[in-house]
């Protein structure tokens, strides 16, 4: 169990994370994603311990660990950590490694432990090897295995596969999460990889400027981001300008649609509305059409980028097998499951700059 | 991975091969005295000095060991992990006593600590104390060589520990805590384990340079390997048995040698891609953080500031009458002998290291390699190890030009600079080749296959590409072996011509007569110049900040 309640972390008069709550219970997996600078890893050290909170706290299942002027050093917190480098020991075997939190535990059960976890990742023949002797990947794994080896209340991952190949990301990032739901372990991930994100988590948060912008799962994030950023950060796709009917009806150029997701507006508002690829179909009967001004193939689908007759710029996905050239005019239509729309001025200026 | 050694004429190999075979021979010939073993001469040896040689030798090397063990890990972890008043400048100026050669040391602290020097008389001055009255420890003695070299050799290990614990990442220390560690027991679990390959080498070093060392063991009249040589050849006139002597002392360096290039691999593998972020260090304030500067004083103190200032002393007391022609002609000698064994030495480097990239075979590797293994045998071994062959060389020369041409040649090669030139080539071969080859590693393949695609021609990429990229390393070669020349004494004193001095022999004669004060202005001049790589290593280190 991990929650943070109203969390801020400063360096000097800096403030660097600002106003974060959020909650997992045991076994539940979070991510926080974010450009660059946002503050997703100061984040997470002022939860393993290395960094003191400004203001709110941090509470495990013992207690409160930090808060202002309350410092519960890293040893005594029971949490593990994979880091970006992996910061595995270089003088000491892979069982070795895993064993190194473990001198708790006699010389039989700290074995045991070992096998157990080397079973778990897949290595099971790798016990004796020094680090040096392993592949990334390998040691990505010897990574995780020793820091969940003492059996932590919470596994903190930073960045943990930025310094892996493409390929191996994903299917490693499965196999981590399996692991970890194996092990019911909670876990907290920072990585600016969204689709890292999707793979991992049950929950994830979106952060900027040291703010959680939207803590909630996967679907969610995707389909009702709370605001623009979040719409623009995750997923593909554009605002498309439309004009309030009434407090219910859009019109767009793709002709009017009913919206319940932004209460309060008026008849006669500027609003966007966020339309993702998968949102747009292709509809060769569709009296709305629209010119093909790129085409990027992605095996299964087609994603094509249009130019709709009123000059806006859609993406639309379409099945492979629907090839036109780039210049042809083809037919969609919109099939939105649920309206996402943003009030054009209002909401920009009190998005944080 | 060797490539297949292919059969057909190839220049690069005779050019590695015909002067690694030269560089080779000395070391040979010594290795080869053991096949005429001079019995009566080893008997004699054995009933009197030679346990005695054994015994203090390993006693030095094993004393040096743990002096500088001690004073350079213990100053390298504190510059390393603690923030306190002069810090930055510290960090650098512990590498200071690396200027002074041994002998030089020596000689200073004898000149401040006998009966006659300062320390003494302020003593009985202030206590009121005469000759007999008390007791003061005997500097010139098994004991006070240990101090003396440890102080000198100290910064091999404190410079390879400085950076064996600046390059831990800092995630490192903080995956210990996060498996429960407390900072006390990561020192002792991980950091220090880790930079113990670092550490290890530079004792082995130190070490080396120990049971090298001649003038410091022979001004203080300890009985080690080293004068065991000296006298053996040219008191018991016994050049085979002493050419044996230096081959027992060199199987004691071979032991360090290995243990050194062992230490050396771990290395490598202890600080593989863990560059991120280092440890800040933590700042001291008020009481402690004195106490560490002081502490990190002790050894810069006495290692250098100390004998500097001695010598700086007696060489404004005597430079009146010092600073004559003849010290001209002396700092004109060693500065051309200097410069003359670096071009070689460099050159030779410069070949060998390009061999080395252009063939990947062992018969290139294994030459080289061996080429490179002087720097670990003593100056005095090699001297002797050059002596035999061109004396030998010289007679057979001298004999048949008298028979064909009625004219006596005379000690073509021994009674000359080649044989210096010979010895120091083989003694710091491995100092220019390990800077050049550092050099050429920075220059990449790929980019001799860029210039080439950019249309140069492979002169033009030697040119425009490596040239300006190895002047650097080219330089600093040039340099740290003309400054080690310029302090080489056992060899010179060996090999140099008959009235040929050099500012070591000088200096070194000098204080042997107790002229210690006459001796100050051409051991400054040493130590000076000896500045110069000190300079360079602390801009090296600057960048492991």
């Given at each position: 169990m991990l929650v943070l309640e109203q969390l801020a972390v400063a360096y000097g008069p800096h403030t660097v994370v600002k106003d974060i709550s959020l909650s997992l219970s045991k076994g539940q997996i979070g991510c926080l994603v974010g450009p660059s600078g946002c503050g997703k890893t100061t984040l997470l050290r002022a939860i393993a311990g290395f960094e003191p909170v400004a203001q709110g706290q941090i509470s495990l299942s013992q207690g409160v660990v930090s808060a202002p002027g309350l410092l519960c050093p890293p040893e005594q917190r029971r949490l593990g950590m994979v880091f970006q480098d992996f910061a595995l020991f270089p003088h000491l075997t892979v069982a070795q490694n895993i064993g190194f939190g473990l001198r708790h535990l006699s010389r039989n059960a700290s074995q045991q432990r070992i096998r157990e976890l080397l079973q778990l990742v897949g290595l099971p023949d790798l016990a004796r090897r020094y680090i040096h002797q392993l592949s990334g990947g390998q040691q990505q794994r010897i990574a995780l295995a020793r820091a969940i080896a003492p059996k932590p209340e919470v596994l903190l991952l930073d960045e943990p596969f930025s310094s892996l190949d493409a390929e191996l990301r994903e299917s490693l990032a499965r196999d981590i999460r399996q692991i970890l739901k194996h092990e019911q372990m909670t876990a907290i991930m920072v990585t600016h990889d969204q689709f890292e994100a999707f793979t991992m988590a049950d929950l994830i948060g979106v952060m900027e400027h040291g703010r959680m912008q939207q803590w909630a799962t996967p679907y969610e994030l995707y389909h009702k981001p709370v605001n623009r950023f979040v719409a623009d950060f995750i997923g593909r796709g554009v605002l498309l300008a439309g004009q309030m009917l009434d407090a219910q009806q859009v019109k767009t150029s793709f002709g009017v649609f009913r919206q319940?997701?932004?209460?309060?507006l008026q008849q006669g508002d500027q609003v966007d509305v966020l339309i993702r690829p998968d949102d747009i179909v292709h509809d060769d009967d569709s009296g709305v059409t629209a010119k093909v001004l790129e085409k990027s193939f992605r095996g299964s689908h087609i994603l094509y980028s249009l130019e709709l007759k009123s000059g806006d710029q859609v993406y639309c996905l379409a099945l492979s097998h629907h090839n036109h050239a780039v210049g042809e005019m083809i037919g969609i239509r919109l099939d939105l499951d649920h309206m996402v729309v943003y009030p054009r001025l209002a909401v920009a200026s009190q998005e944080p700059a | 991975m060797l490539a297949k050694v292919s059969l057909r004429f190839d220049p690069w190999r005779w050019l590695v091969l015909l002067p690694a075979i030269v560089l080779a021979i000395p070391v040979l010939v010594i290795l080869l005295s053991l096949l005429q073993p001079q019995w009566d001469v080893w008997s004699h040896l054995r009933q009197t000095v030679l346990w005695l040689y054994i015994s203090n030798s390993l006693l030095l090397a094993f004393g040096v060991g743990v002096g500088a063990l001690f004073l350079g890990t213990g100053s390298a972890w504190l510059v390393s992990q603690y923030e306190f008043p002069g810090r930055r400048l510290l960090e650098w100026m512990l590498l200071l006593p690396l200027a002074i050669p041994a002998y030089i040391i020596a000689y200073t602290y004898t000149g401040l600590l006998d009966f006659a020097g300062p320390v003494q008389t302020h003593l009985r001055d202030l206590f009121g104390w005469r000759y007999g009255d008390y007791w003061f420890p005997e500097i010139r003695s098994l004991g006070g060589a240990i101090l003396m070299l440890s102080l000198v050799l100290y910064p091999y290990v404190y410079m390879l520990a400085r950076n064996g614990f600046r390059e831990q990442a800092a995630s490192l220390q903080e995956a210990s805590r996060t498996l429960g560690l407390t900072t006390r027991q990561h020192f002792w679990q991980v950091a220090l384990p880790l930079a113990r390959p670092a550490i290890l080498t530079g004792t082995a070093l130190a070490m080396m340079e120990a049971f090298a060392d001649y003038g410091t063991v022979q001004y203080f009249g300890v009985d080690t390997f080293t004068t065991g040589i000296f006298r053996t050849w040219f008191?018991?006139?016994?050049s085979l048995a002493a050419a044996q002597l230096a081959a027992m002392l060199t199987s004691f360096v071979l032991f360090l040698l290995v243990l050194e290039q062992w230490s050396r691999r771990k290395i490598r593998y202890y600080h593989q891609g863990q560059k991120d972020s280092r440890t800040p260090r933590k700042l001291l304030t008020g009481g402690r953080g004195w106490v560490v500067l002081l502490l990190c004083l002790l050894p810069l103190l006495f290692g250098f500031v100390v004998p500097a200032t001695q010598l700086t002393l007696w060489a404004l007391a005597t430079w009146q009458q010092t600073m004559d022609e003849r010290f001209l002609q002396l700092v004109w000698n060693s500065f051309s002998l200097a410069a003359l064994a670096a071009l070689l030495a460099v050159l030779l480097a410069v070949i060998f290291a390009y061999a080395r990239r252009l063939r990947r075979d062992w018969l290139v590797l294994v030459p080289v390699r061996l080429a490179a293994l002087g720097y670990a045998i003593p100056g005095t071994v090699i001297a002797i190890g050059v002596m035999l062959p061109l004396a030998f060389l010289d007679r057979h020369i001298d004999l048949l030009a008298e028979q064909w041409f009625g004219i006596r040649t005379g000690l073509l090669f021994s009674g000359t600079l080649f044989a210096l030139l010979l010895a120091y080539s083989v003694r710091f071969l491995a100092v220019s080749l390990h800077s050049v080859e550092a050099g050429l590693q920075r220059i990449r393949p790929n980019m001799d296959q860029a210039a080439r695609s950019l249309g140069c021609s492979p002169r033009q990429v030697l040119w425009r590409v490596h040239v300006p990229l190895l002047r650097g390393s080219v330089l600093t070669a040039l340099l740290l072996v003309f400054v080690d020349v310029l302090k080489e004494l056992p060899a010179t004193l060996i090999l140099r011509p008959f009235n040929f001095n050099t500012l070591a022999v000088r200096t070194f004669e000098l204080a042997s007569d107790e002229r210690l004060a006459d001796a100050s202005l051409s051991a400054l001049a040493i130590v000076l110049v000896g500045l110069l790589p000190v300079i360079i290593l602390a801009r090296s280190m600057e960048r492991v900040q």
């Open positions: 319940s997701y932004q209460p309060g | 008191g018991l006139n016994n």
